[in-house]
């Protein structure tokens, strides 16, 4: 190198162009430990999103679906994965006389077909506005306009917008409100209010593949699920072990809230449990692999601090140029480390969604450039830390004992 | 007098048995002197050249420069004074490779100063015979170019004490030759010289000659 006052910058420069490889394995190093560490950090917080926003959203106290449509029932909820699944009037008038609950709202499962008669496929939901108690809040704390007959709001993974149009079933209905981020199913579905989601059942069981209804109903005659609140001062588990013995035969299951989110909480948790041991094992793993390069680096380079010294150089310099060399090496592995995470989190967010098939709600834009600075420092910071032992023992060394190991 | 040590010892353990580099040595050193040092391998000559340049830390005993006991001084006022007073040539081939020959020159320097130097590193290029090579890494180099740009280096923040360890041990004859009358231009510019070198190769012009014996030093 040549031209322009030699500082410690230009020193640490140097040494890093003159050893190309050893510095561009550094560099990759921290890049993809800082590559795991964000992204992993931010799954972490999606995750944990994910589980405060089923906390937040499922409104009743528990919930009666079809038995044999417990899992669909589940995964509509938590990942929107279409399904339709029917409970018939009947039974439902006949659970709903059950002792102990004090208020319930139906609700209609339909799922769309992935072919020409619809738009995309997704999970529409109807519910009742009349006895509705768990969306219709929602919607007003979003200030999401209710949908009307042939209206519909939809989650916020849906590429419409408001004003837009949906063909569902070959009709075409009104986007009219389009919801937050939840983390949840509800991302990819449809809501439309009872009348719509009974006329769209009609049109649905008009093409090939749909759920048939249960014989002799019509689309009048069948919900999927009914949402329950129970009286104040019964225990929820009392009116479900009451549904759950006295519609034994009835193909009817009654699900506590609690337990849909306790089971996914636990699960969720354990897997944020392990990322985090993993990531820190990463970071110290960086940390331990960075102090053997400096160490094996900072052995071969004796007679070159030597000779700085020689020259006049103090061993707060010393110090100075490996700190230096390891920060710029190290910032430089973060830095691309971070952008990766910008074009591969950020852009494919739904895709990691969808193939973690659980509940998961990206961080806001703040906590996710905080994550991302804290992460970089995090990662930039191993460098400098790795290299204090080396730079601590060249600089102890006597100079001449540098030059002649040198 | 511009340098002086008094009682001078340094010693190392060596198989658990302590062995003197350099004992009880007296060694003095004019501003118009030109101080040869010679001895066997092992004799403690290079040990003694880097306690002068204060780049050991002697057992017991005073080196006085210019009357400042260079014994009693930190670690950053010892690297202060090489970087003015002491102008130190180690042995063999010390030039940093990832810095180009002009660079070299000038890194001595700005190691501790910040204004520019580079007009003044041209110039000992140039007084040395390599003002062309500037631009050229150290790799670049043979033996006694090398050598050249690494007295030009020394003499970059004008010391007034240069001290070389062996400057002439690994060249040719000839290549030898230029780098003693080098030398000797140096001195006759005024700055005192302290060289280790071989007995084969003292110079007429020498003021001083220490022969160095199992740490002892004695003046011929």
Not at chain 1, 81 to 103: C, D, H, M, N, W
Not at chain 1, 291 to 319: P, V
Not at chain 2, 193 to 214: A, D, Q
Request: charged share 20%; glycine share 8%; hydrophobic share 45%.
């Amino acid at each position: 190198m040549s031209g322009g006052r030699i500082s410690t910058l230009k020193i640490a420069v140097g040494n890093i162009v003159h050893k190309r490889f050893r510095a561009v394995c550094i560099v990759l190093l921290i890049a993809v430990s800082t590559l795991l560490i964000t992204g992993g950090t931010m799954l972490g917080f999606g995750l944990t999103g994910g589980v405060k926003s089923i906390n937040a959203r499922l409104g009743a106290d528990a919930m009666v679906v079809p038995r044999s449509a417990g899992e669909s029932y589940e995964g509509a909820l938590l990942t929107g994965s279409p399904s339709t699944f029917y409970l018939t009037k009947g039974t439902v008038e006949r659970v709903l006389q059950t002792e102990g609950i004090a208020r319930s709202s139906p609700q209609l499962f339909i799922s769309t077909f992935d072919s020409a008669h619809c738009a995309s496929l997704v999970q529409i939901i109807g519910f009742d506005p009349k006895t509705d108690f768990v969306v219709t809040p929602w919607l007003k704390t979003a200030s999401v306009t209710e949908p009307g007959y042939g209206e519909i709001v939809i989650g916020n993974n849906v590429q419409l917008v408001v004003g837009n149009k949906m063909t569902v079933f070959l009709l075409e209905l009104e986007v009219v409100g389009k919801l937050d981020k939840t983390g949840m199913g509800f991302d990819n579905s449809v809501f439309v209010n009872m009348d719509t989601a009974k006329m769209l059942l009609t049109e649905y069981e008009k093409f090939d593949g749909a759920t048939p209804l249960p014989e002799g109903a019509t689309a009048e005659d069948v919900y999927s699920a009914v949402l329950l609140d129970v009286e104040k001062g019964v225990e929820i588990s009392s009116v479900q072990r009451k549904i759950n013995l006295g519609f034994r035969d009835d193909d009817v299951s009654c699900v506590a809230s609690q337990t849909i989110l306790e089971s996914t909480a636990k699960n969720l948790n354990l897997v944020i449990g392990v990322l985090t041991v993993l990531l820190a094992a990463i970071w110290f793993f960086a940390v331990f692999v960075l102090a053997i390069i400096f160490t094996l680096a900072l052995n071969e380079r004796q007679r070159e601090f030597g000779i700085l010294r020689a020259i006049g150089a103090t061993r707060r310099k010393l110090t100075a140029i490996v700190i230096t060399e390891a920060s710029l090496l190290c910032g430089a592995g973060a830095l691309a480390g971070v952008g990766v995470v910008c074009l591969i989190v950020f852009p494919y967010s739904t895709l990691i969604e969808r193939t973690l098939k659980t509940a998961y709600l990206p961080p806001q834009s703040l906590v996710a450039a905080a994550i991302l600075v804290l992460c970089g420092v995090g990662c930039a910071v191993t460098g400098p830390l790795a290299s204090l032992f080396s730079a601590a023992r060249i600089a102890k060394n006597e100079a001449l004992a540098n030059i002649q190991e040198g | 007098m511009l340098l002086e040590t008094i009682d001078l010892t340094k010693s190392y353990e060596r198989r658990g048995e302590r062995f003197y580099a350099a004992y009880n040595v007296a060694l003095s050193v004019e501003s118009d002197d030109f101080v040869c040092i010679t001895g066997q391998s092992g004799s403690g000559k290079s040990t003694l050249l880097n306690l002068l340049a204060g780049l050991l830390h002697a057992d017991s005993g005073s080196i006085l420069l210019d009357g400042e006991d260079l014994c009693k001084l930190n670690d950053a006022g010892l690297a202060a004074l090489r970087g003015s007073k002491i102008g130190y040539i180690p042995q063999g081939n010390s030039l940093l490779q990832n810095f180009s020959v002009l660079d070299n020159v000038c890194l001595p320097w700005y190691l501790t100063r910040k204004s520019n130097v580079r007009a003044q590193a041209r110039e000992l290029l140039a007084r040395v015979g390599i003002a062309h090579l500037e631009r050229e890494n150290p790799a670049s180099l043979s033996g006694g170019e090398a050598r050249r740009v690494a007295i030009a280096r020394s003499l970059i923040a004008n010391p007034s004490v240069l001290i070389a360890d062996e400057p002439t041990g690994d060249l040719d004859p000839k290549t030898t030759d230029d780098i003693i009358r080098m030398f000797s231009e140096v001195h006759a510019q005024g700055v005192a010289v302290v060289v280790v070198t071989h007995e084969r190769e003292i110079p007429s012009f020498t003021t001083k000659h220490y022969v160095m014996e199992n740490g002892h030093l004695a003046l011929q």
